[in-house]
């Protein structure tokens, strides 16, 4: 069965850094688009990174463009977003997905002010 899972979140302040990784079982990830979604409270799920199949194209939205970066590894069947220049209101669970039909549990970002 095909499992995701996310690590990498956490605390951090406004203008730090943090990279999260989604270890993908079950599946190559390679073959799969891509993506990472987020959640804050109260609020809808969006599309943060997405990063079609065998490595292709990649769209951001615009809050991220520039300071958030999608990659996979195939080697280790992962992938990653990293995070720099992290404001507060990029606090969220962040998600990542394989087609947006498999997802992992999440993970928790906050950023303090």
């Known amino acids: 069965q095909v499992q995701l899972v996310e690590s990498g979140g956490g605390l951090v302040q406004a203008g730090g850094s943090l990279t999260l990784s989604c270890l993908v079982s079950?599946?190559?990830?390679?073959?799969?688009?891509i993506g990472w979604y987020r959640q804050a409270p109260g609020k809808q799920r969006e599309l943060v990174a997405h990063?079609?199949?065998?490595?292709?194209?990649?769209n951001y939205a615009d809050s991220v463009k520039g300071r958030f970066t999608i990659s996979r590894d195939n080697a280790k069947n992962a992938v990653y977003l990293q995070m720099n220049s992290l404001k507060p209101e990029d606090t969220a669970v962040y998600y990542c997905?394989?087609?947006?039909?498999?997802w992992g549990q999440g993970t928790q970002v906050t950023v303090s002010s």
């Open positions: 990063m079609g199949s065998i490595g292709s194209s990649t």
């Open positions: 079950g599946t190559t990830a390679r073959l799969h688009a």
């Open positions: 997905t394989l087609a947006t039909t498999f």
